[in-house]
């Protein structure tokens, strides 16, 4: 089982894993932590989310991060 919330499209699509697709997951590492420990997509299901990464959506910025960092 591959953790999909972390995981970037092409990694989700192409089972491709790089020094991007690490960054990627380090950027939701970083939503979880300005959200207190959500969970990504939480209120999805996998295969919600899995739909809503390869369409190219992104997390919404969680209130308590500054939009520089976002």
Same mark, same amino acid.
Do not use: H
């Given at each position: %089982?591959?953790? @999909? +919330?972390? %995981?970037?499209?092409? !990694?989700?699509?192409? +089972? &491709?894993?790089?020094?991007? !697709?690490? @960054?990627? !997951?380090?950027?939701?590492?970083?939503?979880?932590?300005?959200?207190?420990? &959500?969970?990504?997509?939480?209120?999805? !299901?996998?295969?919600?989310? @899995?739909? /809503? @990464?390869?369409?190219? +959506?992104?997390?919404?910025?969680?209130?308590? /991060?500054?939009?520089?960092?976002?």
């Amino acid at each position: %089982m591959l953790p @999909i +919330r972390w %995981m970037p499209p092409e !990694s989700i699509l192409y +089972r &491709k894993f790089t020094t991007e !697709s690490d @960054i990627w !997951s380090f950027g939701v590492v970083l939503w979880e932590i300005f959200t207190y420990g &959500k969970q990504p997509w939480y209120q999805l !299901s996998n295969t919600e989310a @899995i739909e /809503c @990464i390869t369409q190219g +959506r992104e997390l919404e910025r969680p209130r308590t /991060c500054p939009s520089e960092v976002y």
